[in-house]
C-alpha cells in the first residue's frame, strides 16, 4: 500500500513538472545549413532577402564570388527539403555587380533583385530571374533623376507593379517598374536608403530611411502607389538612423529596429502604427545584442524575432525574440563568428514550414545560410493579395497542398487551383466575409496569419 501510495505521488508530482515545464521543453535548435565560399558566391550582407519560391525552396542572392570578376555576385537556391544547394547565376560584370538585394517572388513565380555597383554605363540595375535561372536585365540606373545604387529588391503590389528604392546617387527615389521592365520615378525619398519596401495590408508601402526627417536622423515613411509620400515618424529621441525594413504585425501595426541610438547607444526595437504613433519596445544593451541592420518577423505565436550584427556572447551578434508589448525579450542564440556564423545583416525570413531562415555575413568561410526552429506550427500564407472582392484569385503559400481537401475564406468554401505542392489559388467565394483563409489537409489545416478582407 505505501508503495502504491509512493508511486501515485511521484506519478503526480511528475505530471505537475511536465505540464509546468511543458511550454519551455521545445529547444530553440539553430543549425549551420550551408557555409558559402568565394567559389559560390558570398558576404550576404543587407538587406539580403530570401525568397521562398512556389515550389518552395529558397532562393537569394551574393554580393560578391562567383567564377566572374570578384565583385560580381551570383544567385543561388536552397532546397530547405533535400539540403542541396545551387547557384543559378553567375554575374560577369556587364550584367551588374553586387546583387546585395536578396530576392523578392513575383506573380508570376519568378523573382526580382537589384544590382548596387556601376557596370558599363549603369549606376546598378533591376533584373528578373526564373527559377531556372534565366536573368533578364529589366532597367539600368543612370544616376539622375531615376537615382542610383539600388541595394534593396524591388516587391510586387497587389496591382501587378514593383516598387522599389535606390541607395544612393544624384536623387535618392522610389520608383515603380512592371515586369517587363517599364520604369517610372514616383517619388523622391527623404535620403537614400538599403531597406526595401514592404507592401501593407491597406495597399500603401511603407519603407524607412536611415537619414533624412526632423532630426536628420532617420524615418519611418508611408507611400502610395501613385507617389503620395508621408513621414509617419522622424527619429532623433531614442533609436536613430534604421537600416532594415518594417515589417507589418497582425494588429497591423508597424515594427522594426534600429541600428543605433536608445538608451546604450546600440539600438531599439520599436512599433510604429499607420497614423505615426512610436514606442520602444526594447534598448539593446551590447550583451543582449548590437546595431541591428534587419527586419523583423512575426511568428505563429505572436513574438517577433530578428537577429543583431554585433553584441551578444561572442560580440558576433544575437537571435532574439520579444512580444509585440516589448516584454519576455530573450536571446535564442548567440553567433560565434565561427561555427555558427557571424555578423547577421540580412533580414531574417519566415518560411510556411515553421523555420527561420537567414544568412550570415561571416563564418566558417564567406558566411553561412542557417535555419532557427523556434517551435512555430506550419502555416498557409497570402502572398501579396489581402484584399478583394468576389472572384478574386489569391495566391496562397504553404506545404501539402497536393493532399488538400478544401479551402475555406473565414467560414465559405471556395474553389481553387493546387499549382504545386507549396502553391495554389484559391477563387473569393460567393457569401465569404473577412477572416482567416484556411487550408484544409488530412495531416492538419494550415491556417493564415493575415486576415483576408473581403471587399464589397
Request: include cysteine; aromatic fraction near 12%; charge should be neutral.
Amino acid at each position: 500500500m505505501r508503495n502504491l501510495t509512493l508511486n501515485c505521488c511521484l506519478a503526480i508530482t511528475t505530471t505537475l513538472i511536465l505540464l509546468f515545464v511543458s511550454p519551455l521543453l521545445h529547444a530553440q535548435t539553430y543549425t549551420d545549413l550551408y557555409d558559402f565560399t568565394e567559389a559560390t558566391g558570398s558576404g550576404p550582407g543587407a538587406p539580403g532577402l530570401l525568397a521562398q519560391g512556389q515550389d518552395g525552396n529558397l532562393y537569394g542572392s551574393m554580393p560578391s564570388g562567383g567564377d566572374g570578376p570578384p565583385w560580381a555576385g551570383t544567385v543561388i537556391t536552397y532546397s530547405v527539403n533535400t539540403g542541396i544547394f545551387a547557384d543559378l547565376y553567375f554575374f560577369s560584370g556587364p550584367d551588374g555587380f553586387g546583387p546585395a538585394s536578396g530576392l523578392s517572388l513575383g506573380y508570376d513565380g519568378n523573382f526580382y533583385g537589384a544590382t548596387y555597383l556601376p557596370s558599363g554605363s549603369s549606376s546598378g540595375e533591376v533584373y528578373k530571374v526564373t527559377p531556372g535561372g534565366a536573368l533578364t536585365i529589366l532597367y539600368g540606373f543612370g544616376n539622375g533623376n531615376d537615382g542610383a545604387y539600388p541595394y534593396a529588391p524591388p516587391v510586387q503590389a497587389p496591382d501587378g507593379n514593383l516598387y522599389g528604392v535606390t541607395y544612393n546617387g544624384t536623387v535618392p527615389t522610389a520608383y515603380r517598374i512592371t515586369p517587363s521592365g517599364n520604369f517610372t520615378v514616383i517619388a523622391t525619398l527623404p535620403s537614400g536608403t538599403i531597406a526595401p519596401l514592404i507592401v501593407g495590408v491597406d495597399g500603401k508601402l511603407y519603407g524607412t530611411t536611415p537619414y533624412g526627417g526632423q532630426f536628420n536622423a532617420g524615418t519611418v515613411f508611408q507611400l502610395t502607389t501613385k507617389g503620395k509620400l508621408k513621414i509617419l515618424y522622424s527619429f532623433g529621441n531614442g533609436g536613430t538612423h534604421p537600416s532594415g525594413p518594417v515589417m507589418q504585425g497582425k494588429d497591423k501595426k508597424l515594427y522594426g529596429t534600429t541600428t543605433w541610438g536608445g538608451t546604450l547607444g546600440q539600438g531599439v526595437v520599436y512599433q510604429a502604427t499607420t497614423a505615426g504613433k512610436y514606442i520602444e519596445l526594447h534598448n539593446f544593451t551590447g550583451a543582449d545584442g548590437a546595431n541591428s541592420s534587419s527586419g523583423l518577423v512575426q511568428g505563429s505565436d505572436g513574438y517577433l524575432y530578428g537577429v543583431t550584427a554585433a553584441g551578444g556572447a561572442s560580440s558576433y551578434g544575437t537571435f532574439f525574440k520579444v512580444s509585440t508589448k516589448g516584454k519576455n525579450f530573450a536571446v535564442l542564440h548567440d553567433f560565434d563568428g565561427k561555427v555558427s556564423g557571424g555578423s547577421p545583416f540580412s533580414t531574417p525570413m519566415l518560411h510556411t514550414n515553421g523555420l527561420i531562415y537567414g544568412t550570415t555575413h561571416t563564418g566558417p568561410a564567406e558566411g553561412s545560410l542557417y535555419s532557427m526552429d523556434v517551435g512555430l506550427k506550419p502555416f498557409a500564407s497570402l502572398f501579396v493579395t489581402w484584399s478583394g472582392k468576389v472572384g478574386t484569385a489569391v495566391p496562397i503559400l504553404g506545404q501539402g497542398f497536393l493532399s488538400t481537401t478544401g479551402v475555406k475564406f473565414k467560414n465559405t468554401s471556395a474553389t481553387y487551383q493546387v499549382i504545386s505542392d507549396t502553391y495554389l489559388i484559391a477563387t473569393v467565394p460567393t457569401g465569404a466575409t473577412t477572416g482567416v483563409v484556411t487550408v484544409l489537409e488530412p495531416s492538419g489545416n494550415l491556417v493564415t496569419p493575415q486576415t483576408f478582407k473581403v471587399l464589397p
